[in-house]
């Protein structure tokens, strides 16, 4: 069955950043689409960003996408979030999900087949 573990979370002041990874038991090129959401207490869980795989075509949701940066090294089957200038409002635990199927549209939570268990990042002054 396949797995897919993050780390990387961590507590930083605005301003500060952080990268998330998010490791697969499959070749990253198995799946058609790896993708990170966020949850904050008490709101829905939300996308932040999608990686076609391949040709490794990136989708940012509005929020995230001048200061966020999705990526993969299929040598490591990890996929990254670069997260810059982050904000108190990017607090929330991060999860890494993947889909072997195309999907439409790519921020659709259901439409991930496999999911990990989370990272928190917490970001205070």
């Known amino acids: 069955q396949a797995r897919l573990v993050e780390s990387g979370g961590g507590s930083v002041q605005p301003g500060g950043s952080l990268r998330l990874s998010c490791a697969t038991s499959?070749?990253?090129?198995?799946?058609?689409?790896m993708a990170w959401f966020r949850q904050a207490p008490g709101e829905p869980r939300e996308a932040v960003a999608s990686?076609?795989?391949?040709?490794?075509?990136?989708y940012y949701a509005d929020s995230w996408k001048d200061r966020f940066t999705i990526s993969q090294d299929d040598a490591l089957n990890t996929v990254y979030l670069q997260m810059d200038d982050l904000k108190e409002y990017d607090t929330a635990m991060y999860y890494c999900a993947a889909t072997d199927a195309g999907v439409s549209p790519w921020w659709n939570a259901l439409n991930y087949k496999v999911w990990g268990q989370g990272t928190q990042v917490t970001v205070s002054s």
């Open positions: 499959h070749y990253t090129g198995s799946w058609a689409f």
């Open positions: 990686l076609y795989l391949p040709p490794d075509i990136p």
